[in-house]
Structures are given as structure tokens and as C-alpha cells.
């Protein structure tokens, strides 16, 4: 019998849902909203009914009966660190969304609304390895400086979900093998996938490994500090150096890679020299997840948006392919990973992890 299921993506302005008949899409929308509506609320949860509100009629509109629905699964939140998995919400997980353990973020919404309209209709809610996955080895951890140790802040959902796709696809287990994962979109993270675990990740959000096209990624400690203090900067505006404003941003101008790539291809020597230094600094990084695997490394698999980006791939087989043979996904696509996760459970492949 097939698996009908809602999944619920929510960002800070815009809902993006998908209605899936096993894997099958039937539909997707992504509902937009202004910064008008999304201002009345206060806070994130205050935004819940609003949200709901949209995708049932949404769901009504495309005739799709939300009765006949089998499972709910929703983009996992700002949790306490876990290691990967579908999670089944449970009331404890319920209660760590709405206070965002970790900070308030729209996705806290994904597993509220998914609990919210599962109980309605008496079908189990999920949500699927959220940023917070944390699997790191012991040692990853200490960064050299005992106040500042080093956490796991990464595009889990997507990195999971090629990892296992690979894997599937070349008739392997993902518990047997040591993969190099790379996620190019607007934050770059890379990791070392040891047997089914991310040992090691370059944190993708403020403060690790290559830059992006909005990102800084790791900047010279020293200076940093000497900037936060010149006087001439608030903690604000030089967290927007690193986040939001930094990488490609800083040196283009632009976070659109389709820009930056066109000027390349047009022979543009500026934006040349900043996609070669976006290229070495990710190469560095494969390089080090490659060290941390210890060599064993039996494929390295790259996905995200930057990986459409011809110029870039070919720069990155040129310096990573003699550590292990690559493979390519380019994109992303976040409600299909959402919705083999929570597959996986219905069908009993693996078990839901109980959040604690």
C-alpha cells in the first residue's frame, strides 16, 4: 500500500510543502509571505497558525484531502545536538522547538506544524536529520581554546541524504563506508562520513572551513579580534562581515553564483581569481576530511547549487579526484530527503530515534 505524506519546510519568509505518494511528488508549493504578515507575530511559534492556516487551504485547494494523508514529516529545528536520524516528535521534542533550544529559527516551525496536523488526524509526524546533527569524534571537538570548542553546525539533511542515495545506488551499505561529503550552496560545508557517522565537519554557519557565496568561513583569528575592537564596528555589524555579508558577497558584490560565473566565462579577471580561491580553499578542506579518514576514503560526493557550476567542479576533479573517484548531485532537494527519512520508518528499514 502506498505511503501518503505532507512535508513542511518552513523558512523565515516562505512555506515550502510537498505532497508525495511514496517517493512520487504529486505537488509542490511554496507559499510566499511578506514581511507585513510574518511582522504581526512576536516571536516564531506565534507564527504557527498563520502557517497552518495557509497549507490547509493550500492542501484543499489542490484537492488533496488531508485525511488521506499517512504521515506528516517537517524540517527539523534549532534542537539540543543529535545524532542523525528520523525522529519521531514526541512531546519532549515538541517543547525544545517552541523554546529553540538552540535559538529561534523558522524551522523550529517544520516539526510543530507537523505534530500539530498529525495529531488532528491521527498519523505519526517526523522530522528528518535537522542542523543540529552531531556525530563528531572526541577530537574534532577541541579547538585550542577550552571556552571556544568546536560544534557541528551543518546541511545534515542534504549531506545524509546524497551519502545514502550514493550508497544505494552503488549497492553498498552507508554504515560501511568513509565518505568526503561537500554541500556548496550558500554556506559550504564539508565532512567525513566514517561508517555511517559525520566524524568531522567544517561548521557551515559562522566560522569554519572555505568561504561561500555569503559566508566567511575561517578568517585570520588575530585580526578578527583587533576589527571587534577598533571601535569603529558593532558585534553586530562584524557578525555581518562573516555572516551574510562576507564571501563571495564581500569580494563580488553578489551571493548568485550564476553571476559569478558568467563573468568568469567572459573572461572577467576579478571574479577568475575569487572562484580559484573558492575552489582551493574547498579542495584544502576535502583534503583535510581525506587526513581525517585516514586515507580510506571511498568516494567523494559533492551537491548543492555550486555544484551546477562548471568551472568550479572542474577546479575541484583537478585537486580532490587522486584522493578518491567523485560524484556529483547538483541541488538540492530537501522535501524528497524529508520524505525518504520518514519512509525509512514507515517502512521499517530503520527505527524512529527517540529525542532525550
Same mark, same amino acid.
Given at each position: $500500500?502506498?505511503?501518503?505524506?505532507?512535508?513542511?519546510?518552513?523558512?523565515?519568509?516562505?512555506?515550502?510543502?510537498?505532497?508525495?505518494?511514496?517517493? %512520487?511528488?504529486?505537488?509542490?508549493?511554496?507559499?510566499?509571505?511578506?514581511?507585513?504578515? +510574518?511582522?504581526?507575530?512576536?516571536?516564531?511559534?506565534?507564527?504557527?497558525?498563520?502557517?497552518?492556516?495557509?497549507?490547509?487551504?493550500?492542501?484543499?485547494?489542490?484537492?488533496?484531502? +488531508?485525511?488521506?494523508?499517512? !504521515?506528516?514529516?517537517?524540517?527539523?529545528? !534549532?534542537?539540543?545536538?543529535?545524532?542523525?536520524?528520523?525522529?519521531?516528535?514526541?512531546?519532549?521534542?515538541?517543547?525544545?522547538?517552541?523554546?529553540?533550544?538552540?535559538?529561534?529559527?523558522?524551522?523550529?516551525?517544520?516539526?510543530?506544524?507537523?505534530?500539530?496536523?498529525?495529531?488532528?488526524?491521527?498519523?505519526?509526524?517526523? +522530522?528528518?536529520?535537522?542542523?543540529?546533527?552531531?556525530?563528531?569524534?572526541?577530537?574534532?571537538?577541541?579547538?585550542?581554546?577550552?571556552?571556544?570548542?568546536? %560544534?557541528?553546525?551543518?546541511?545534515?539533511?542534504?549531506?545524509?541524504?546524497?551519502?545514502?542515495?550514493?550508497?544505494?545506488?552503488?549497492?553498498?551499505?552507508?554504515?560501511?563506508?568513509?565518505?568526503?561529503?561537500?554541500? $556548496?550552496?550558500?554556506?559550504?560545508?564539508?565532512?567525513?562520513?566514517?561508517?555511517?557517522?559525520?566524524?568531522?565537519?567544517?561548521?557551515?554557519?559562522?566560522?569554519?572551513?572555505?568561504?561561500?557565496?555569503?559566508?566567511?568561513?575561517?578568517?585570520?583569528?588575530?585580526?578578527?579580534?583587533?576589527?571587534?575592537?577598533?571601535?569603529?564596528?558593532?558585534?553586530?555589524?562584524?557578525?555581518?562581515?562573516?555572516?551574510?555579508?562576507?564571501?563571495?558577497?564581500?569580494? $563580488?558584490? %553578489?551571493?548568485?553564483?550564476?553571476?559569478?560565473?558568467?563573468?568568469?566565462?567572459?573572461?572577467?579577471?576579478?571574479?577568475?581569481?575569487?572562484?580559484?580561491?573558492?575552489?582551493?580553499?574547498?579542495?584544502?578542506?576535502?583534503?583535510?576530511?581525506?587526513?581525517?579518514?585516514?586515507?580510506?576514503?571511498?568516494?567523494?560526493?559533492? %551537491?548543492?547549487?555550486?555544484?551546477?557550476?562548471?568551472?568550479? $567542479?572542474?577546479?575541484?576533479?583537478?585537486?580532490?579526484?587522486? +584522493?578518491?573517484?567523485?560524484?556529483?548531485?547538483?541541488?538540492?532537494?530537501?522535501?524528497?530527503?524529508?520524505?525518504?527519512?520518514?519512509?525509512?520508518?514507515?517502512?521499517?528499514?530503520?527505527?524512529?530515534?527517540?529525542?532525550?
Amino acid at each position: $500500500m502506498a505511503i501518503k505524506s505532507l512535508i513542511i519546510n518552513p523558512g523565515s519568509t516562505s512555506t515550502k510543502i510537498g505532497v508525495f505518494e511514496d517517493e %512520487t511528488l504529486l505537488f509542490e508549493k511554496t507559499l510566499r509571505h511578506s514581511t507585513e504578515e +510574518i511582522a504581526k507575530y512576536g516571536s516564531i511559534v506565534e507564527q504557527k497558525d498563520f502557517r497552518k492556516e495557509i497549507i490547509t487551504a493550500c492542501l484543499a485547494e489542490n484537492n488533496c484531502d +488531508i485525511k488521506s494523508l499517512n !504521515m506528516i514529516v517537517g524540517r527539523g529545528g !534549532m534542537l539540543k545536538p543529535i545524532p542523525g536520524g528520523t525522529y519521531e516528535v514526541t512531546d519532549e521534542l515538541l517543547a525544545d522547538l517552541k523554546v529553540g533550544v538552540q535559538g529561534q529559527h523558522a524551522s523550529n516551525l517544520g516539526g510543530i506544524l507537523a505534530r500539530e496536523i498529525g495529531d488532528a488526524i491521527g498519523v505519526p509526524s517526523f +522530522i528528518v536529520d535537522p542542523v543540529v546533527v552531531d556525530e563528531l569524534c572526541d577530537e574534532a571537538r577541541l579547538s585550542g581554546v577550552p571556552k571556544l570548542p568546536r %560544534t557541528s553546525a551543518f546541511h545534515a539533511l542534504n549531506q545524509k541524504a546524497v551519502a545514502k542515495r550514493y550508497a544505494k545506488e552503488a549497492e553498498k551499505d552507508y554504515e560501511r563506508l568513509n565518505l568526503i561529503v561537500v554541500h $556548496m550552496g550558500g554556506g559550504v560545508s564539508v565532512g567525513a562520513h566514517k561508517e555511517g557517522r559525520v566524524i568531522d565537519v567544517f561548521n557551515a554557519l559562522d566560522g569554519d572551513g572555505a568561504f561561500s557565496p555569503e559566508r566567511a568561513g575561517g578568517v585570520p583569528t588575530g585580526p578578527l579580534i583587533r576589527l571587534c575592537y577598533s571601535g569603529e564596528y558593532t558585534q553586530q555589524e562584524v557578525y555581518k562581515m562573516v555572516v551574510g555579508n562576507g564571501g563571495f558577497n564581500a569580494y $563580488m558584490g %553578489t551571493n548568485d553564483m550564476r553571476e559569478v560565473e558568467n563573468l568568469v566565462n567572459n573572461g572577467d579577471p576579478k571574479a577568475t581569481a575569487i572562484c580559484n580561491a573558492f575552489v582551493f580553499q574547498v579542495s584544502k578542506d576535502i583534503g583535510s576530511m581525506a587526513c581525517v579518514l585516514k586515507g580510506k576514503v571511498d568516494q567523494i560526493i559533492i %551537491t548543492g547549487g555550486i555544484a551546477y557550476d562548471k568551472n568550479v $567542479m572542474g577546479g575541484l576533479r583537478e585537486a580532490c579526484e587522486w +584522493i578518491a573517484p567523485m560524484t556529483v548531485y547538483p541541488g538540492e532537494d530537501e522535501l524528497l530527503a524529508l520524505v525518504q527519512g520518514g519512509l525509512r520508518v514507515m517502512r521499517k528499514e530503520e527505527e524512529a530515534k527517540v529525542y532525550a
